[in-house]
C-alpha cells in the first residue's frame, strides 16, 4: 500500500537521456506516492495539475509533481525506470517517431490504435485516450485575413500563396518528410519563406510582418495575437494528439485512477487548450491555479470527490 507524504515538487532543469540514472531528486524518493512527470511548458504543467487535483480529490492518494522535464524521451526513460508513475502529456506523433521508432503516420485514428498497443506491449503501460487536444504544426493567418478572404483551409490560401510571406520555425523549415519540401508537394509553395525563431512567428503574423506562419496548434499566442488556425484538409501533418501513459502496476494497484483517465478524454478542445495556455503564458496564472480554476468550471465532471465535496 502506498503511504501518503506531504507533495512534493521536483524540478528537473537538465535533460536526462538514455543514460540509466534516475531523474535527479528521485533516486532516494520513497515510491510511496503518485509521482506525475511533465514536460518544461505551461500546457504539460496544466494538465499535471488536474491529474494531480483528480486523483487527490478521489482517491487516497497523495501525488509528487516532477517539472520541466526536457523531453518525451525524458519522460519515457522515467517511466521504465520507475522514477515516474504516470507522465501528463504525451503527443502520438512524438512517440511514434520517438520511443517507438516508427515512420510517422497521418492517420489521427491509426496513430492512437499503434501507440496504445505497442505501449501495452513493449513497455507495460497504458496509453490512455486524448485529451482531446492536439499539438501538432499548424498553418496560421489573421483572423482578419480568413474572413476577408473566406479562408478556413490551407488549402484556401492556394490562389493568394504566390504573394504571401511564410514565417516557419527555423527546425521546421529542413525536416525531412513533413517539413517544407513535403508540404510544397502536397499544397504548393509560398511567395517568400522566412525561417525564424518560434517564438517570433506569432508576433510577426500580428504585426503584419508574415502573411501567413507555421503555429503550433495548442498556442496561447494564437488567441493572444488573434491568429486563426487553417484545417490541414489534406492531412499532411502528423497528429500529436494528447494523453496521459500511466503504467500497468500502478493502474493494477489503484484501478480507479483509470476511471480519473476516462473522465478526461475528450473533455478539453484544441480551442480550450489555447485559452488555459493563454492564462498560464500571457496572464502569467500559475498552472496549479489555471488547472482548478478549469476543473470547477467543469464541476470536476460531475464527480462528488472521496468526501462528498
Not at 502573411?211 to 502528423?238: C, H, N, T, W
Not at 480551442?271 to 503564458?281: S, V
Amino acid at each position: 500500500m502506498r503511504k501518503k507524504i506531504g507533495k512534493l515538487v521536483i524540478p528537473v532543469l537538465v535533460l536526462i537521456m538514455v543514460s540509466g540514472c534516475s531523474l535527479p531528486g528521485l533516486a532516494s524518493t520513497t515510491t510511496d506516492t503518485v509521482k506525475i512527470g511533465m514536460l518544461g511548458t505551461s500546457e504539460s504543467e496544466i494538465i499535471g495539475e488536474i491529474l494531480s487535483i483528480m486523483i487527490e480529490r478521489e482517491t487516497d492518494l497523495d501525488t509528487e509533481p516532477v517539472t520541466n522535464l526536457g523531453s518525451s524521451i525524458v519522460q519515457h526513460q522515467g517511466m521504465i525506470r520507475g522514477d515516474l508513475d504516470i507522465t501528463s502529456t504525451r503527443y502520438t506523433g512524438t512517440d511514434l517517431s520517438g520511443a517507438l521508432g516508427m515512420d510517422p503516420i497521418t492517420d489521427p485514428e491509426k496513430a492512437m490504435e499503434i501507440v496504445q498497443r505497442e505501449f501495452q506491449k513493449r513497455f507495460n503501460e497504458t496509453w490512455a485516450d486524448s485529451y482531446g487536444f492536439e499539438n501538432s504544426y499548424s498553418v496560421a493567418v489573421t483572423t482578419e485575413f480568413a474572413e476577408k478572404n473566406n479562408i478556413k483551409t490551407v488549402s484556401d490560401l492556394e490562389p493568394f500563396a504566390s504573394d504571401l510571406r511564410f514565417g516557419v520555425d527555423n527546425a521546421w523549415i529542413n525536416r525531412k518528410g513533413d517539413g517544407y519540401e513535403g508540404f510544397k508537394q502536397t499544397y504548393f509553395d509560398f511567395g517568400e519563406v522566412f525561417p525564424m525563431n518560434v517564438g517570433l512567428v506569432y508576433q510577426a503574423a500580428s504585426s503584419g510582418h508574415m502573411d501567413v506562419v507555421l503555429a503550433y496548434s495548442s498556442d496561447g499566442r494564437i488567441k493572444e495575437f488573434d491568429l486563426k488556425v487553417l484545417e490541414d484538409d489534406k492531412k499532411f501533418f502528423p497528429p500529436y494528439d494528447a494523453s496521459p501513459v500511466i503504467s500497468n502496476e500502478l493502474l493494477e494497484e489503484y484501478p480507479e485512477i483509470k476511471t480519473i483517465t476516462e473522465k478526461l478524454s475528450g473533455k478539453i478542445s484544441t480551442e480550450k487548450m489555447q485559452e488555459l495556455n493563454y492564462k498560464a503564458d500571457v496572464e502569467l496564472m500559475n498552472p496549479h491555479q489555471v488547472a482548478k480554476e478549469f476543473l470547477e468550471a467543469n464541476n470536476y465532471f460531475a464527480s462528488a470527490g472521496k468526501g462528498g465535496n
